[in-house]
């Protein structure tokens, strides 16, 4: 599969943004997906992560009640909805999949996902 991040930019402290994972080549019914970001000088950290069946989600502590991960299978597109966005979320933001059998699973780790989207770049300005 072949991912294409898209929807990042600058916007201001407390606005949104929603970013978009395209994927071709498979379907995105058949993989665990997630969102990554890394900041200048920073490691790369787990955002969001979605299951194959799209009903089980996992965020990490700082986004909680502010992102939002959703895949839409009949556009074949992952989305990450974020919100009341702080300057603490600017990075650079990764898609990634990883294709699985198990319909409920969450995959958090960076080293669990196979395939991943070029980046989108994500500025909050205070």
């Known amino acids: 599969v072949q991912l294409q991040a898209s929807g990042g930019g600058l916007v201001q402290s407390g606005g949104s943004l929603r970013l978009s994972c395209a994927a071709s080549?498979?379907?995105?019914?058949?993989?665990?997906m997630g969102w990554f970001r890394q900041a200048p000088g920073k490691e790369r950290e787990f955002v969001a992560a979605?299951?194959?069946?799209?009903?089980?989600?996992y965020y990490r502590d700082s986004v909680k009640g502010r992102f939002t991960i959703s895949k839409d299978n009949a556009k074949n597109t992952m989305y990450l909805q974020m919100n009341s966005l702080n300057s603490e979320d600017t990075a650079v933001y990764y898609c990634?999949?990883?294709?699985?059998?198990?319909?409920?699973?969450?995959?958090?780790?960076?080293?669990?996902?196979?395939?991943w989207g070029q980046g989108t770049q994500v500025t909050v300005s205070s």
């Open positions: 080549g498979r379907t995105v019914s058949s993989y665990a």
């Open positions: 979605i299951s194959r069946g799209g009903g089980d989600t």
């Open positions: 990634a999949a990883r294709q699985t059998i198990l319909v409920r699973v969450i995959r958090t780790g960076s080293d669990e996902y196979a395939y």
